[in-house]
Nanobody, 125 residues
Framework: QVQLVEAGGGLVQAGGSLRLSCAAS????????MSWFRRAPGKEREFVAA????????TYADSVKGRFTISRDNAKNTVYLQMNSLKPEDTAAYYC??????????????????WGQGTQVTVSS
């Protein structure tokens, strides 16, 4: 089992920045691909970004490409999501998720077995 705890959400004005973090425990972290998803009220869960288990490749949803950056620090068992140029439409609960050992990048929620509790990001106009 993997435990994931997100932090860093909050209220920010449009154009501002936030950095989310997700601390993992319970299983070796440096062999797991990691991802961020988000869910806004009344909408389905949406893929945001993923980083490979090596940390050498990433993929992003078109809606955040160029504004968000996913990264990981395996020494700290932590994955990050740097969010810049935030827009009101970025408002959502953000969740990190862990994939399977040595798995590849994926934007599909079914490829991730463990999920954090979420952290709320609210962007005001």
């Amino acid at each position: 089992q993997v435990q994931l705890v997100e932090a860093g959400g909050g209220l920010v004005q449009a154009g501002g920045s936030l950095r989310l973090s997700c601390a993992a425990s319970g299983r070796p972290f440096n062999i797991l691909p990691m991802s961020w998803f988000r869910r806004a009220p009344g909408k389905e869960r949406e893929f945001v970004a993923a980083v490979s288990w090596r940390g050498d490749s990433t993929t992003y949803a078109d809606s955040v490409k160029g504004r968000f950056t996913i990264s990981r620090d395996n020494a700290k068992n932590t994955v990050y999501l740097q969010m810049n140029s935030l827009k009101p439409e970025d408002t959502a609960a953000y969740y990190c998720a862990s994939g399977r050992p040595w798995g590849g990048l994926s934007s599909l929620g079914r490829e991730y077995d463990y999920w954090g509790q979420g952290t709320q990001v609210t962007v005001s106009s």
